[in-house]
């Protein structure tokens, strides 16, 4: 700065001060709201805090976004989601986790329709993504299909998700992960979803080459000279011309031979 | 009957059946290998008196059913005094100890009719025919009497409470009878599950006969083609009832499992498939071997390959190794089935490879032409074997990569749902499809480009016409957002993006061609069948008389094209029902009690409850359905709920509920609608259906070919005898006007 501002010239440094102290208080309100007061773990930033703060209210003074309450409940809830950002979860994952313990009353703007789904987000919706699924106890049901308490459990589950802002894939992925690989009807797995397809391509394949050497053989059994061939099943035997190399005595005898069984 | 004596006549009856069958197998194994008359007639007429020993079983079960009769643990687990009488009969195939009694009686009804029928015709096959089918009948009484016993009985040992499970007495005991039973799982109270697993029975048990025909040709050497019309006229019957099941199966999961659909790839539905699929296969190439000889190996592979799906299909039922909603409970019999499984597979191969090796399957296996029917009929046979493979490692694809993964060669279980299958399956399908208009179409051996060309030309126009009409048909707006909301309900607040509207036009598209295919195989057949009406009709004859002497003539050759009809409006029903379906859910509040869906629009009205006389509770929702202001039916759908009687409880619990959907039904389509009660909301799930009713059509279609062409033709003997007097007479008014 000093090698860029002449020293005669004492506005421009006065103003490059206001410049830099009006940056420092614009920074001011965030580092308040941040609150102040929970550890960040390491690679965890106030920002990443606030950004899931800012949707959230606590139980106790609602309506007022986390980042800027300064309650001891809040503090909590800031630190709680300092701690899950440093597990590595996501900011869906985390805003789900307060979702399931404290409701939809925590959510910042979150309205609630009749059905228990968040404005927005519909049956259907819910539903296109369960067809998906199944549940781990139902034995072969989609989960859109099904009727148990267990499968509608799963189904405002993931009514839950879409509210909060998860997509298909990051809600099945989720489901597969907890509750293991059945849940999906086709392999999550890219590898696995390859062999799915490979095996019987395969085994099609190959049925193919031994079907298409069948074929090829047969053909050229129509083409052989000499052979003796059936036409249909009823009807009388016919020949093929006898090849010019197969000698006339071996013909004669095998005629006689013939002639003695009939 | 006293009560004692139902269970102790059934007892005897089985196991006197399962000793009948032993010596029949061994009496007319040993009878053939020692060309001794007198065994092999022995080992028939014990074969032969299964089937009563076996009707008066299934007829005490049945008769203590429906006397409530609950000393009998089977009839306690199946039955209870609420259910109707009609139902109670459903009980016999209601669970795994009665289903495999009524699987015996039927082997032992269908040995007992292919011994009458066959015994002259085929004389040299029928000893090894008794050993096929009796060991088979055998396996499975086996199970009955040793395994799953439906006549074990509850026994109360003196000085305990305690009561035990058995079928003779455990020593001083006395026999106990249950006040009420826990009755028939209420999912099986359906007319189509009354007739569905009879059906299915019929159908697996039916092809066990042309798999003895094929083993005791292999046994004997027998491998002309005598074995094969015999085997064809039983492959078919097996056929048709396999077919039936398996669309009366379709129906009642329609109706029952309130879902909206006939099929879901489950893997018990794709047991039954498996068989049906490779049963088609031997139909088609059973033809080129009887009129060309050829194929004899292929035929064998297929129907030996069919009998032993039907028994991977009944351990995959009955072992609990798949999961469905159509499975019974884990039982003992899985790895006894098994056993007997891996037991068919390696007798059927080594008999196979060894005639094999020896030259006796080689036939007159050349083909002239690669567009001959013959050639067709082999590509209709590989493309069949390629659905079976597709359809058996989607079902098996989780019992395989879990005894992977218990060897250590894999890590993860690979389960596969609905979703694996349409990709999988359509390309074959659409090849299927294509050759069903070609191959009739295509001549015996000789047989070119142009030539076929020709014959295809018409179908190809009206495919394609039918393409067209689909597309513009489907392009209407309504149309076009049904099938948009189908395919995009990802999109939240529902604005459909240009993308999007492509990708619409690419499913009407692909749809339309759907249609095109079903129509072109659809005319290629119907001109089949036209030509060689209008062929008779210039020789004199009127259109009907025609058309019937035509059928009544090649009965095989017309009932197939009906079958190929069939499958045509099948094809239209499925193809509109899956590209065109459309669903919703709506919970239902007091100001908001309309849904709207494809072109009809329900309004709920109220809610009413109701008693059945069979003791079930039932919520009954009452609405109406408009399609635009006009009101064009009323509908009721309901949950049925079923209450069994808890003894630690000591009252009745809610066991089981059902729904049944209400639905307003037209050859367009159904609109369908069931409700469920979710923290006292009301909610609908509402389909629209597109088309479906053509699958039963073509079902009903399916079956009625199938007829014609079991029906018997009259005798070649006499038409041989009548066509020679009719040429002879022709020939002498030639030679008499001079020749020509």
Redo the contacts between chains.
């Keep these: 700065l000093k090698a860029r501002v002449p020293e005669e010239d004492g506005k421009l440094r006065k103003l490059i001060f206001l410049l830099l102290v009006g940056v420092a208080l614009m920074a001011a309100p965030d580092v308040q709201a941040q609150g102040g007061g929970e550890n960040l773990p390491p690679g965890v930033t106030p920002d990443q805090v606030n950004v899931i703060a800012q949707q959230l209210t606590c139980t106790d003074c609602a309506g007022v976004p986390l980042n800027t309450c300064q309650t001891e409940v809040c503090t909590e809830w800031r630190q709680e989601i300092a701690d899950q950002l440093g597990d590595g979860k996501s900011e869906l994952d985390i805003m789900d986790w307060f979702v399931v313990r404290y409701g939809w009353n925590v959510v910042i703007g979150a309205v609630i329709?009749?059905?228990?789904l968040r404005e927005?987000?519909?049956?259907?919706?819910?539903?296109?993504v369960a067809k998906?699924m199944?549940c781990d106890v139902?034995?072969?049901?989609?989960l859109?299909?099904c009727?148990s308490a267990a499968c509608?459990e799963w189904r405002r589950e993931i009514g839950r998700m879409l509210g909060v802002g998860y997509?298909?894939d990051q809600i099945i992925d989720l489901f597969v992960e907890r509750h293991g690989?059945?849940v999906?009807?086709?392999?999550r797995?890219k590898k696995?979803l390859r062999?799915?397809?490979l095996?019987?391509g395969l085994?099609?394949l190959l049925?193919?080459i031994v079907?298409g050497y069948q074929?090829w053989?047969?053909?050229q059994?129509?083409h052989q000279a000499g052979q003796v061939?059936?036409?249909?099943?009823?009807g009388p035997m016919q020949t093929r011309p006898v090849p010019e190399d197969v000698e006339t005595d071996l013909i004669e005898r095998l005629e006689q031979e013939l002639k003695g069984l009939q | 009957l006293e009560a004692t004596l139902t269970a102790e006549f059934g007892v005897i009856t089985t196991a006197l059946a399962l000793i009948a069958a032993g010596f029949a197998l061994v009496a007319a194994l040993v009878g053939a290998q020692t060309r001794r008359e007198m065994l092999v007639q022995s080992a028939r007429n014990a074969a032969l008196v299964t089937f009563p020993l076996l009707t008066v079983a299934c007829g005490m079960l049945l008769y203590a059913m429906l006397n409530h009769d609950y000393s009998i643990v089977y009839v306690s687990e199946t039955t209870d005094n609420a259910t109707p009488t009609f139902y109670l009969v459903t009980g016999l195939w209601g669970g795994q100890a009665g289903s495999l009694l009524f699987w015996s009686w039927l082997m032992s009804a269908f040995t007992f009719a292919a011994l009458l029928i066959n015994w002259k015709s085929e004389r040299r096959l029928m000893p090894y025919v008794i050993v096929a089918t009796m060991a088979t009948l055998g396996f499975f009484l086996t199970l009955n009497v040793f395994f799953e016993n439906p006549f074990k009985r509850f026994w109360e040992i003196p000085g305990t409470r305690n009561l035990t499970e058995a079928v003779f007495n455990p020593g001083n005991a006395t026999a106990y009878t249950l006040p009420d039973g826990n009755g028939l799982n209420p999912l099986l109270r359906h007319l189509g599950m009354v007739i569905h697993p009879p059906m299915l029975y019929l159908g697996y048990v039916g092809f066990v006969i042309p798999f003895s025909f094929a083993f005791a040709a292999l046994a004997t050497g027998q491998l002309g083609s005598s074995w094969i019309r015999a085997t064809r006229a039983w492959a078919l019957v097996a056929w048709m009832f396999l077919s039936c099941g398996l669309l009366l199966g379709g129906r009642w999961a329609y109706d029952v499992l309130g879902w909206g659909g006939y099929w879901g790839w489950d893997p018990v539905e794709n047991a039954a498939l498996l068989p049906w699929l490779t049963g088609t296969a031997f139909l088609h190439s059973a033809v080129v071997q009887d009129k060309r000889g050829m194929l004899k190996f292929w035929n064998m592979l297929l129907i030996i390959m069919t009998f032993l799906l039907v028994i991977l299909g009944t351990f995959a039922t009955r072992s609990g190794v798949v999961s469905s909603v159509h499975a019974f409970a884990e039982s003992q019999v899985g790895r006894p089935m098994f056993t007997f499984l891996a037991l068919s597979m390696l007798t059927s191969v080594i008999l196979l490879a060894w005639r094999q090796q020896r030259g006796d399957l080689r036939g007159a296996d050349e083909l002239d032409s690669l567009l001959s029917r013959e050639s067709l009929f082999l590509l209709n046979n590989w493309l069949f074997l390629a659905l079976t493979v597709v359809v058996l490692w989607g079902t098996w694809a989780e019992a395989i990569t879990t005894i992977a993964a218990d060897l250590g060669l894999r890590d993860t279980v690979i389960n596969l749902g609905k979703d694996y299958y349409p990709p999988a399956v359509t390309p074959l399908l659409i090849l299927i499809y294509i050759l069903m208009g070609v191959a009739p179409l295509a001549a015996w051996r000789k047989a070119t480009a142009a030539r076929l060309g020709q014959a295809i030309r018409i179908p190809i126009l009206v495919g394609l016409g039918v393409v067209v009409l689909a597309y513009l048909m489907n392009l209407n707006w309504d149309w076009l957002w049904v099938s948009a909301r189908a395919h995009f309900p990802e999109s939240r607040f529902w604005h459909i993006t240009g993308d999007e509207l492509w990708r619409t036009f690419r499913e009407v598209i692909f749809a339309a061609l759907g249609f095109g295919l079903v129509a072109f195989a659809g005319t290629a057949t119907l001109t089949e069948i036209w030509k060689g009406v209008e062929a008779r009709h210039r020789r004199g004859e009127n259109y009907w008389p025609a058309f019937s002497t035509l059928v009544a003539r090649d009965r095989h050759r017309y009932g197939g094209y009906f079958i190929h009809l069939g499958m045509v409006v099948l094809g239209i029903g499925v193809i509109g029902s899956t590209a065109f379906q459309d669903t919703t859910v709506h919970t239902m509040t007091p100001g908001d009690n309309q849904v709207k869906l494809g072109p009809y629009t329900l309004v709920h009205n109220n809610l009413t409850e109701a008693q059945s006389s069979d003791g079930r509770d039932m919520i009954i929702a009452h609405a109406s359905v408009y399609r635009g202001d006009k009101l064009v039916d009323e509908i009721r759908p309901r949950r049925d709920i079923f209450y069994r009687w808890d003894p630690s409880q000591q009252k009745y619990v809610a066991a089981t509920n059902m729904s049944i959907a209400g639905t307003h039904s037209t050859m367009e389509g159904d609109f369908y609608a069931i409700i469920r009660l979710e923290d006292d909301q009301l909610v609908y799930s509402v389909y629209w259906n597109p088309l479906i009713n053509f699958v039963w059509y073509g079902g009903i279609i399916l079956v009625l070919g199938t007829l014609v062409a079991l029906w018997p033709s009259r005798q070649p003997e006499l038409a041989t005898e009548s066509t020679l007097k009719r040429q002879g007479a022709e020939l002498e008014g030639a030679r008499a006007g001079g020749g020509r």
Excluded at chain 1, 113 to 116: A, R, V
Excluded at chain 1, 120 to 128: F, I, L, S, W
Excluded at chain 1, 184 to 187: F, G, I, R, T, Y
């Design positions: 329709q009749p059905n228990g927005g987000v519909t049956q259907d919706e819910v539903n296109n998906l199944y139902c034995e072969g049901i989609p859109d299909a009727e509608l997509d298909q690989g059945d999906a009807a086709l392999p797995d696995d062999l799915v397809f095996v019987p085994i099609i049925i193919g079907g074929v053989r047969f053909r059994r129509g061939v059936r036409r249909s099943s009823s």
